[in-house]
T-cell receptor, first 109, second 114 residues
Framework: GESVGLHLPTLSVQEGDNSIINCAYS??????FIWYKQESGKGPQFIID?????DKRQGQRVTVLLNKTVKHLSLQIAATQPGDSAVYFC????????FGGGTRLMVKP | DSGVTQTPKHLITATGQRVTLRCSPR?????VYWYQQSLDQGLQFLIQ???????AKGNILERFSAQQFPDLHSELNLSSLELGDSALYFC?????????????FGPGTRLLVL
């Protein structure tokens, strides 16, 4: 089936800086995308979602951007905090979710 | 806390054995999904049940099966276990049966096959 992938396996940022995590997807028919955060030993935690009829969606300190032309998603985290350290996955929704490989975000104090 | 519960948290067993993992969805959710997370395969969708009926299959092995009961809890049965089945198994739930719905994940069951 189609797959969703990530460009960077590890991202290290300074506390207080903004973080950008990128994701490429391959199914142009996909109409719903989700970002999850997974901390060590825990299940994926919903962060934000976006439907294909939108280009941008904002949450609390997070923004997701969708570029359908190049089939690209990004997650922006403002004022990154130590508690943001985790692995971040983008996922493409069908019946089951198709997950990318994940990006580990490390926040340096 | 997502509202999805899974038991047990940890399971250690031997090759060739059979285990059952249990999941209770969030209140009001009718769909249950099972996922496997391993180091080499990442997070992979296994199977979905909606209101007691199988709705979709992903990369689920024939040795694995699932069911959803009238009270909407679900069980994932893994049989003839192999070393490579060692992984985290997650359950997720959502309101409806189709995409464009957020899936909320449980804390997972860590399975170790020795």
């Amino acid at each position: 089936g189609e797959s969703v992938g990530l460009h960077l396996p590890t991202l290290s940022v300074q506390e207080g800086d903004n973080s950008i995590i990128n994701c490429a997807y391959s199914n142009s028919a996909s109409d719903y995308f989700i970002w999850y955060k997974q901390e060590s030993g825990k299940g994926p935690q919903f962060i934000i979602d976006i439907r294909s009829n939108m280009d941008k969606r904002q949450g609390q300190r997070v923004t997701v951007l969708l570029n359908k032309t190049v089939k690209h998603l990004s997650l922006q985290i403002a004022a990154t905090q130590p508690g943001d350290s985790a692995v971040y996955f983008c996922a493409e929704s069908g019946y089951g979710l198709t997950f990318g490989g994940g990006t580990r975000l490390m926040v340096k104090p | 806390d997502s509202g999805v519960t899974q038991t047990p948290k940890h399971l250690i067993t031997a090759t060739g054995q059979r285990v059952t993992l249990r999941c209770s969805p969030r209140s009001g959710d009718l769909s249950v999904y099972w996922y496997q997370q391993s180091l080499d395969q990442g997070l992979q969708f296994l199977i979905q049940y909606y209101n007691g009926e199988e709705r979709a299959k992903g990369n689920i092995l024939e040795r694995f099966s699932a069911q959803q009961f009238p009270d909407l809890h679900s069980e994932l049965n893994l049989s003839s276990l192999e070393l490579g089945d060692s992984a985290l198994y997650f359950c997720a739930s959502s309101r409806g049966q189709r995409g464009q719905e957020t899936q909320y994940f449980g804390p997972g069951t860590r399975l170790l096959v020795l």
